[in-house]
C-alpha cells in the first residue's frame, strides 16, 4: 500500500488539478537572463542597434515606397519599448543572480578569514608557549659552567694527594697480579 503513488491513492488530494504543468528552470533561465544581459551590454550590441535604427530611420525617410513607418517612427518606439521590456527584467534577474555570487563569495572569503585569524591566535599562543619552555631547558653553554664550577669546588675540596704513598701501592698490586697469571 505505501509503493502506491500520490496519483493512486485516495486519501491523498491531489496537488494540482491541471494536466499539463509548465515547468521552468530557475537556473537555466538564470544564465539565459546572464547571457542576454552580457550580450546588451556589448560595444557589438550598440553597435549592430545603431547601424538598425540608422536604415530604418533612411528607409522610411527617403525611400517613398518603402516607407512601412512613417515620421514620427511609432514602429521603431514600439520594438524599442519591447525591447526593454523584456531586457529590464533580464538584467536585473541577471543582476540578482551576481549579488547572490557576490554574497557567496563574500560569506566564503568572511568563513575563511575568520579560519585563518583563529589559526593565527594559535599559533601565536604556541610561539609564546615554546619561547617560554625554551626558556626554562638548560642550554649546552648554562650545563657547561655549571660542570667548571663543580669541578673548580671538587678540586678546591680535595686534598692534594702525594705520589710515593698512593703510586708504590698500586704499583706492587700490578706486579703481585702479573706474577700470578699462569706461564
Known amino acids: 500500500m505505501s509503493d502506491l503513488s500520490a496519483r493512486q491513492r485516495l486519501d491523498t488530494p491531489l496537488t494540482s488539478r491541471r494536466r499539463f504543468s509548465f515547468n521552468v528552470d530557475a537556473e537555466a533561465v538564470g544564465r539565459f537572463s546572464e547571457s542576454i544581459a552580457r550580450y546588451l551590454g556589448t560595444g557589438r550590441y550598440l553597435a549592430w542597434q ?13 525611400a517613398v515606397k518603402l516607407q ?30 551576481q549579488e547572490n555570487r557576490d554574497r557567496v563569495s563574500l560569506e566564503e572569503d568572511r568563513r575563511r578569514a575568520e579560519q585563518t585569524k583563529a589559526d593565527t591566535e594559535y599559533l601565536a599562543r604556541e610561539l609564546a608557549a615554546l619561547r617560554l619552555a625554551v626558556g626554562e631547558v638548560a642550554t649546552r653553554d648554562y650545563l657547561r659552567r655549571e660542570l667548571e664550577e663543580l669541578r673548580e669546588k ?22 703481585e697480579r702479573r706474577s700470578k697469571r699462569p706461564g
Open 50 to 62: 545603431t547601424a538598425l535604427v540608422i536604415v530604418w530611420i533612411a528607409l522610411n525617410l527617403f
Open 68 to 97: 512601412w513607418d512613417p515620421y514620427p517612427f511609432i514602429l521603431l518606439n514600439l520594438a524599442f519599448s519591447t525591447q526593454a521590456a523584456y531586457a529590464a527584467p533580464l538584467i536585473l534577474l541577471a543582476q540578482n543572480r
Open 154 to 175: 671538587l678540586t678546591e675540596l680535595m686534598p692534594p694527594q702525594t705520589p710515593s704513598d698512593g703510586d708504590a701501592a698500586s704499583k706492587s698490586d700490578n706486579s
